[in-house]
């Protein structure tokens, strides 16, 4: 009898205990991007350490934007990535899978020097956008309201920190970009202007970023979940603490906190559990798909496929 409650004892201590070892975690490679909204999900998760308690440990690596994500998902150096809005086209195009959205957010700008005062007057005008973001997106829907095309703009492609320093020094006139970015550039740039935002498009369109998977480890169910379980507990976290998540981020980024703090409200949250429901109720499909069309309309992709084949709700939604 004494063995036995001795057993019982030692199995129940190995239960709350958690992972026995780092072999028994699944390891994940996962991409993120140097702002508050690429970011907080995996400062939050490394903080609170999330990883481990949903059975994980993730090696994480930094870079500049949703794209190059992919390339690496696709190059198999990565597993899992973070994505704006505007580098939704690749997965909408069977280039990897989302697992979960972030945030609904509003961050991006079409800015422009003093002087310049609507989209109509950036005609000819040379504009600094990155490729496939959703600084593009938000430049190309800017410039169809006001009855343009990128036609009537003189475009030129750059990565975000070049954007900042070609607008602080007057090479360019404007440029389709995002906060924190546009925060640094308002620093040199007091008095510039902000032609347009994604808020003016809500709520026909919504402007989510989110969480994917390259193709290779999209069969993985089981990692799939947990990664969705982490991402779930930071936002609903980052979502109740908001100051502290900041803090947080800040912190795992070595960067002041003032930027993330302005970034972190432009962003509308919801929370995991409203997540689920949206995603049973076919909203978030809608969301994605609404993207997709935009991507087709302009020229980005051809023949879309529908959310239902590029977004894991079923899973996420478990």
């Keep these: 009898m004494l063995k036995k409650l001795v ?16 072999e028994e975690l699944d390891k994940i490679r996962m991409g993120y991007i140097a702002d508050y909204f690429g970011t907080s999900v995996a400062a939050i998760a490394t903080e609170e350490d999330l990883w481990a308690k949903h059975g994980l440990e993730a090696d ?6 949703g794209p190059i994500q992919v390339q690496a998902l696709n190059a198999g150096s990565l597993d899992f990535a973070y994505i704006g809005p505007g580098a939704l086209w690749l997965p909408a195009s069977g280039q990897a899978k989302v697992i979960a959205v972030n945030a609904l957010g509003y961050t991006d700008r079409v800015i422009a020097q003093p002087g310049i005062d609507s989209i109509a007057d950036l005609k000819g005008k040379k504009v600094g956008v990155p490729e496939g973001t959703s600084g593009d997106m938000l430049l190309r829907l800017a410039l169809e309201k006001a009855g343009m095309t990128l036609d009537d703009i003189d475009v030129i492609p750059m990565d975000p920190s070049t954007v900042v320093t070609a607008f602080a020094s007057g090479q360019i006139d404007a440029a389709g970009i995002w906060y924190p970015f546009v925060d640094v550039v308002k620093k040199r740039v007091p008095d510039l202007k902000e032609l347009s935002s994604n808020e003016d498009f809500f709520p026909d369109i919504a402007f989510p970023s989110s969480f994917i998977v390259s193709d290779a480890k999209a069969g993985d169910e089981d990692v799939i979940k947990k990664v969705d379980a982490v991402i779930k507990d930071a936002i609903d976290f980052r979502r109740e603490n908001p100051e502290k998540s900041v803090e947080i981020t800040a912190a795992f980024l070595n960067v002041p906190a003032e930027p993330l703090l302005v970034e972190s409200k432009l962003a509308k949250l919801p929370s995991s559990e409203e997540l689920v429901e949206l995603t049973r109720d076919g909203k978030v499909d809608n969301w994605f798909d609404t993207l997709a069309g935009l991507y087709a309309d302009f020229g980005k992709i051809e023949s879309p496929l529908p959310a239902s084949e590029f977004y894991l709700g079923k899973l996420y939604a478990e």
Excluded at 60 to 65: D, R
């Design 7 to 22: 057993l019982m004892a030692a199995v129940a201590a190995a239960a709350l205990s958690g992972p026995a070892s780092a």
């Design 60 to 65: 994480l690596k930094v870079f500049t934007n």
